[in-house]
């Protein structure tokens, strides 16, 4: 496949132009902008430059406010809520960073539960943000119905990311951010556009039978981590992110969306807490350094989140590379 090698700072420029011209303001491309390239950044393809396209149709096709002004405002002690006003959610993520962070530091826990936004970028930027200011942070989030129930043939949760992240010492915080699915939907999408088999076991066809076309994925349905384990976490998320702060579960995402191709309206819930106001004063950074360095100390271990982080050591000077297809795609629409 031919490539396009891109300096960040170029492809922020590209990713912004190309969403203003669709529509959006200067504060809304600046967020969207920066999601994607911090996702280049760390080489997590399926969540940078390639969502472009998505949200251009979700612009043209007049279901997201690209010129959405998010606002965030208490109702409950400890908890917050953001009002998306039906914009993409990385200028609410960056709105509601502080009031959450200053909540939890106040209150000891702290939660923000954002609504009518829509979210198609990777939650391990949220939760590292939080943790940035010396919190951990959980974020779960629901998307469109792709993944098949325990037991089930047929799509009916979202692929149900949860991201958790936890401040270090030294360095960047432990992040890590999963979907609740064997694999996420834009790696599928991903192997489809590229012509790839995946591994058996992530999906199923529309005749329910397991399958290594991703092609066959798309049209039948993604399986669940664990089985009815991970299905089990998918239910939590979906009753976290959507039944309890009022927003849609993947079934209804899916059913009330209009298929442009870009994301589907969802909820997204974060929790924040800050460690040292649970009773163990300033210990817990020695004990959780101690937990990282025994696990550490077994051959063939990484924490999650160091592949991102090793990629993010160099990006800044090397250039990142995207297909040509996506960027003559970005800059016809450009
Ligand atoms: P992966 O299965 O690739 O990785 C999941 C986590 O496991 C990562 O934190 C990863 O760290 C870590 N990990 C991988 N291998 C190891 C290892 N050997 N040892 C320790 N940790 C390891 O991610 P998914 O495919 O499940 O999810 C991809 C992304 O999709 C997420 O960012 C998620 O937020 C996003 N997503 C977004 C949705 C949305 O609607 N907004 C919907 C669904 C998913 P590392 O990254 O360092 O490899």
Request: hydrophobic share 40%.
């Amino acid at each position: 496949m031919t490539k396009v090698a891109l300096a960040l700072d170029d492809a922020r420029e590209l990713a912004t132009r190309c969403l203003v011209a669709n529509g959006c303001d200067k504060a809304n491309a600046g967020a969207i902008a920066d999601s994607m390239v911090r996702a280049e950044a760390d080489i997590c393809e399926s969540h940078g430059l390639f969502r472009v396209p998505g949200y251009v149709a979700a612009l043209s096709s007049g279901k997201v406010n690209g010129k959405a002004d998010p606002k965030i405002g208490p109702v409950a002690p400890g908890v917050l809520r953001m009002d998306g006003d039906g914009g993409f959610s990385p200028l609410a993520l960056e709105r509601g960073e502080e009031p959450l962070a200053a909540a939890a530091k106040e209150q000891g826990i702290a939660a923000l539960a954002i609504t009518d936004t829509y979210h198609v970028s990777a939650l391990w930027q949220e939760v590292e943000a939080l943790a940035k200011h010396n919190l951990a942070a959980l974020a779960v989030h629901t998307s469109k119905a792709v993944v098949a129930p325990a037991g089930g043939n047929k799509p009916f949760f979202g692929t149900d990311p949860m991201a958790f992240a936890w401040p270090r010492r030294d360095g960047p915080p432990m992040a890590f951010d999963q979907a609740t699915s064997v694999r996420a939907k834009g790696e599928v999408l991903i192997a489809a556009r590229d012509g790839h088999e995946m591994a058996l076991g992530i999906g199923i066809g529309p005749d329910g039978n397991p399958t290594t076309d991703p092609n066959l994925i798309l049209k039948g349905a993604l399986l669940p981590f664990g089985g009815y384990k991970g299905a089990a976490i998918g239910l939590m998320i979906e009753l976290l992110s959507a039944s309890l702060i009022g927003e849609w579960c993947a079934f209804e995402q899916s059913e009330g969306d209009n298929n442009d191709g870009g994301p589907t309206r969802g909820g997204e819930l974060l929790v924040a807490f800050d460690p040292t106001k649970f009773g163990n004063g300033e210990d817990w950074l020695d004990h959780s350094e101690a937990l990282f360095e025994r696990l550490l100390s077994q051959d063939g271990t990484r924490l999650p989140g160091d592949r991102r982080l090793a990629n993010r050591k160099r990006t800044p000077t090397e250039e990142i590379s995207i297909p040509k297809s996506l960027y003559d795609n970005i800059v016809e629409l450009t």
